[in-house]
């Protein structure tokens, strides 16, 4: 015989637990020799949704300091816009490289 709690149809809710913010990724463009600078520009303005004095800054960084910070993103997003920057690089015949790191 089953014992009644007086929790029938009652949801029970751990209040001990609070939901955890999804992880950030920063989303970095590494320089190499070959991806021209107005390229990079492009792909900022395209797939980043950068004005472009914006991409031109992040641009600059990447050159002068061999990567730039492009932006922080969930999981998801970031792996996404990643493989955006990947396959307009490898249409245009670029070696660009973007990377990820937890911020």
């Given at each position: 015989m089953p014992i009644d709690s007086g929790l029938e149809g009652e949801v029970l809710?751990?209040?001990?637990?609070?939901?955890?913010?999804?992880d950030e990724y920063r989303v970095l463009l590494l320089n190499d020799d070959f991806t021209t600078m107005e390229f990079v520009v492009t792909v900022l303005m395209a797939v980043f949704h950068k004005s472009l004095p914006e991409s031109t800054r992040i641009m600059l960084d990447v050159h002068k300091k061999g990567k730039g910070t492009v932006g922080v993103y969930s999981y998801d997003i970031a792996v996404t816009k990643?493989?955006?920057?990947?396959?307009?690089?490898?249409?245009?015949g670029f070696p660009l490289k973007?990377?990820?790191e937890k911020a």
């Open positions: 809710i751990r209040t001990d637990e609070q939901p955890k913010e999804p990643i493989n955006q920057v990947h396959q307009l690089a490898r249409q245009n973007c990377t990820m």
